[in-house]
T-cell receptor, first 112, second 109 residues
Framework: DAGVIQSPRHEVTEMGQEVTLRCKPISGHDYLFWYRQTMMRGLELLIYFNNNVPIDDSGMPEDRFSAKMPNASFSTLKIQPSEPRDSAVYFC??????????FGPGTRLTVL | AQRVTQPEKLLSVFKGAPVELKCNYSYSGSPELFWYVQYSRQRLQLLLRHISRESIKGFTADLNKGETSFHLKKPFAQEEDSAMYYCALSGLGTYKYIFGTGTRLKVLA
């Protein structure tokens, strides 16, 4: 198993552009999590899904951020429009249940 | 407020010296505590969790509910322990993790 897969690994875009980050969880994992990592705030949970349904999106910073999980093997995190303060590393993680989460390699987003 | 605090951004120790990475938490309820580690160019991965009470790679951590702490300890540091360490908590029976800001451990030869 390749583990959690994220794409792209690096994204550089200009302010105002739409950005879409993608995640493929580990097969059989019912939970999927999106995190944002910054120097100032560390690792913050943005949203998580259970069986493709969003359960808690209280960490989503503002309406410019949206996340979807159309099926058990794919999720997207979209930022529209992007701003320089959105620059961060975005992690996706999946879990079979309570306890351990398995993280992807992350997407480093730079918004100019 | 629910919070995980790791007071040290960077901790440097010499090889063979004892290591203690501090973690304090604030949570209204019964939390489950974890330590995650990220080695250079690798993914963030679970190191240990308080429920399992294991020792992984020589590291241990004891949950002290009185002091609301979950410090990570190792008696003799090795160079390969150099990494970023994150303390995290979740409420028992919940899936919402709260992470600390992390401590970078450097073990010097």
């Amino acid at each position: 198993d390749a583990g959690v897969i994220q794409s792209p690994r690096h994204e550089v875009t200009e302010m105002g552009q739409e950005v879409t980050l993608r995640c493929k969880p580990i097969s059989g994992h019912d939970y999927l999590f999106w995190y944002r990592q910054t120097m100032m705030r560390g690792l913050e949970l943005l949203i998580y899904f259970n069986n493709n349904v969003p359960i808690d999106d209280s960490g989503m910073p503002e309406d410019r951020f949206s996340a979807k999980m159309p099926n058990a093997s794919f999720s997207t995190l979209k930022i529209q429009p992007s701003e320089p303060r959105d620059s961060a590393v975005y992690f996706c993680a999946s879990s079979p249940g309570l306890g351990t989460q398995y993280f992807g390699p992350g997407t480093r987003l730079t918004v100019l | 407020a629910q919070r995980v605090t790791q007071p040290e951004k960077l901790l440097s120790v010499f090889k063979g010296a004892p290591v203690e990475l501090k973690c304090n938490y604030s949570y209204s309820g019964s939390p489950e505590l974890f330590w995650y580690v990220q080695y250079s160019r690798q993914r963030l991965q679970l190191l240990l969790r308080h429920i399992s009470r294991e020792s992984i790679k020589g590291f241990t951590a004891d949950l002290n509910k009185g002091e609301t702490s979950f410090h990570l300890k190792k008696p003799f540091a090795q160079e390969e322990d150099s990494a970023m360490y994150y303390c995290a908590l979740s409420g028992l029976g919940t899936y919402k993790y709260i992470f600390g800001t992390g401590t970078r451990l450097k073990v010097l030869a």
